[in-house]
Structure formats: structure tokens, C-alpha cells
């Protein structure tokens, strides 16, 4: 008699299709139902239906290759500070590191590192009769050992970081290392939800970005979903530790988003003890005109007493290349600019190619969710 066929797992398509890769190179025989022959790709789920009989072997190579487990943190005290460092192994990671390493070390926060891989990058659709199937890119690694890849890479991007720490260059701190499978902003996005990171530190493209690109597509999709501050690195940034960073600016207009957000600024830098420069997002000169910046000095003053802040009213004309000034002239070392202000951040994210802004290049960039 034909065994039953059961339900091993029920996931999207894609991962379904690699599921089944995995299972049938060690001969089980799989089925997968339920699937949108129209639009499988975005099916809300498949079941992945194995004999009955297969089942316990089916476990064990599941287990064995962990495959789609994202390994947690393990007794985290819900009331610890956490820097979530997201890593793809490019010089930017490394960059990402020392300075969240060092700042972590500074306000005593765990640190985590986490790499995210997807493995659609490795496989192409193919229509197999009326079967939407994948198959491999020519020259990838096969999907059996993308884990295994993964955690070879993380082996030798931490052991970099070790050696830094006893030679000096790093301070020796504990971290927890993390790796999951999936869309690399799904992830940080979902870890950003279940454990409340009080700063992401991360590079602002990631190595398969084009050199024209100024962020990339993942730093970007976490600065406009996520709730973090996102801190992020450029390649060339001339130090990695916010000690040396003794100018930040900080982009408003003084609006009552501003004003909390800046509040929360001033805590996460009052560390560092750095001189703030205020600057108006705006060339409008009605906004800061005098008695206006008188009011903001009076209530800053009282506000946070022990802090360095002076105002900088940007020239007039346009936007983006008065901030490139202001960076230049007042050897500016980090931008904080609120989610809030979308046109801003659009515009320093998404400007003509051949205008290449200074901070893109050296500048880090941080982003505080109004």
C-alpha cells in the first residue's frame, strides 16, 4: 500500500522550491500543493507534502542543516542596550563595526552582528510544463551549502575583528553573532521589532552596490521602515570611533518633532560631549531670522545647560550644495537629520549622478525617527 502523503512544513513558494532541492538530493520524494501557477512567487503559502515514511529522515537533514533557522539571542536581559551591527563582509561592515564596537564599549551595550543572505540571489525561475520551478545560477554554490558559505564568511569577518581587539585596535568586547536566511532588510527589520536595538550601525551600501549608488537600497529600506536611529557608514569615513567625531550637525527647523528628536540626540551624544551645530533645512532666511534664533538660543540654554551648540543659517540657493559647504566649513564629522523631513532625505539619498555631494563619500549620516 502507497504510504500518506504529510505536511512537512508550509512556507512561501521560493523557499518551498528550495526546501524541496534539499530533501530530493538525499532522495525523498516531495510534493509541493497549493500553489498560484499564475503568480507562485508571491503565494501566501505552500505546503511542502512528504511520504509518511520519510518523515523522520525528512527532520534529521532539516535539523542538520538547520535550514531556515535564525539562530537567536540567548538570554538577553530585555532591559539591556543593544547596537545591532548588520554585516555583508564588505569594507563598509568592517567600518560599521569598529565604530559601533567602540560606541558600544562607550555606554556599555551588547553588541550584536548580523548577516542576512537571500538565497533567491542564487536562483533563476524556470518554467518546467505549467511548473514554475528554480534552478541554479551557473557557478553558484549549491543551495545545500549557502549556510554553510555564510557561516565561513562570518568565521572570517569575526576572526578580523578578533585580531583587532588583541592587538589594541578594538576594545575586547562580547558579541553575539547572528545569521538567518531571507531579504537582509525583512531581517533587520524584524529584529528592530522583537528586540528594540537602541542604534543600527551599518555601512551605507553594501558590496554589490554600484559605485554611483550614494546609499544602497537596504540602508535605505531600514532608515524609512525602521524605528531605530540607523547610523550610517560610509566607506572612507576618517575615524572609527565617535570620540574623534567633534562636530555634528544637526539638520531642523525647529518644529515639535525637532525638538523631541532632538532631545533624544542630544542623550545618545551627550557621551562624547561634542560641539552640535544646528543648521536650517530650509534657505529661507524668514525662518531663522533674529528673534527667532534669539528664542531657540534662551531655550536651549536652559534645556541642556553643559551642552556646545551654535546655529548656522545655510546660504541661500540651492539646498544640497549649501549643506555640502557648511559640511566643508565647519569640518563637520557626522549629519543627524530626522525621518520626518522625507523631502531631505530623499534628495541627499537620490541626487543627480554627477553631483557626488561630500558627505556621501566621508560624512556618516544619522537618521532619528521623529
Not at 542564487?122 to 558559505?149: C, H, N, R, W
Not at 589594541?168 to 525583512?186: A, F, H, V
Not at 527589520?189 to 549608488?213: A, C, H, Y
Amino acid at each position: 500500500m502507497e504510504d500518506n502523503l504529510v505536511t512537512l512544513a508550509i512556507h512561501t513558494y521560493e523557499k518551498a522550491q528550495i526546501l524541496k532541492t534539499i530533501l530530493e538530493t538525499e532522495g525523498i520524494e516531495v510534493y509541493i500543493h497549493n500553489v498560484n501557477l499564475i503568480q507562485p512567487v508571491i503565494s501566501a503559502g505552500v505546503r511542502i507534502r512528504i511520504k509518511e515514511s520519510d518523515l523522520p529522515r525528512a527532520l534529521r537533514i532539516i535539523e542538520d542543516n538547520k535550514w531556515g533557522e535564525d539562530k537567536a539571542i540567548k538570554g538577553r536581559n530585555a532591559a539591556e542596550k543593544i547596537i545591532l551591527i548588520p554585516v555583508d563582509f564588505s569594507d563598509y561592515s568592517m567600518k560599521a563595526c569598529e565604530i559601533g564596537i567602540n560606541h558600544a564599549r562607550k555606554i556599555n551595550a551588547q553588541i550584536v552582528i548580523m548577516h542576512a543572505f537571500h538565497t533567491s540571489d542564487f536562483l533563476s525561475p524556470v518554467l518546467l510544463g505549467d511548473t514554475l520551478a528554480y534552478q541554479m545560477y551557473e557557478g553558484a554554490i549549491p543551495i545545500k551549502g549557502l549556510l554553510e558559505k555564510a557561516e565561513a564568511d562570518m568565521n572570517s569577518f569575526c576572526a578580523q575583528l578578533d585580531r583587532k581587539m588583541k592587538d589594541g585596535q578594538l576594545p575586547k568586547m562580547k558579541y553575539e553573532r547572528l545569521i538567518c536566511e531571507g531579504l537582509p532588510e525583512e531581517k533587520i527589520i524584524d529584529f528592530n521589532k522583537k528586540n528594540n536595538p537602541m542604534l543600527i550601525v551599518m555601512g551605507t551600501r553594501g558590496k554589490s552596490q554600484k559605485e554611483l549608488d550614494l546609499i544602497g537600497s537596504v540602508t535605505g529600506e531600514i532608515i524609512e521602515l525602521g524605528k531605530a536611529p540607523v547610523l550610517a557608514i560610509p566607506e572612507n569615513v576618517p575615524f572609527n570611533n565617535l570620540e574623534k567625531a567633534g562636530n555634528i550637525a544637526f539638520a531642523t527647523s525647529f518644529h515639535q518633532r525637532d525638538l523631541i528628536a532632538f532631545d533624544a540626540f542630544v542623550n545618545m551624544t551627550s557621551e562624547y560631549a561634542p560641539h552640535i551645530h544646528l543648521f536650517n533645512i530650509s534657505t529661507s532666511r524668514d525662518e531663522w531670522n533674529e528673534i527667532r534664533l534669539g528664542g531657540i538660543r534662551e531655550y536651549l540654554s536652559k534645556q541642556y545647560p553643559t551642552a556646545d551648540i551654535s546655529h548656522t543659517v545655510l546660504d541661500d540657493g540651492d539646498l544640497l550644495l549649501a549643506i555640502e559647504k557648511f559640511v566643508r566649513d565647519k569640518h563637520i564629522d557626522i549629519i543627524a537629520v530626522t525621518t520626518h523631513r522625507r523631502n531631505i532625505l530623499s534628495r541627499m539619498f537620490n541626487p543627480g549622478i554627477t553631483r557626488k555631494m561630500l558627505f556621501h563619500t566621508d560624512t556618516p549620516l544619522l537618521v532619528l525617527h521623529a
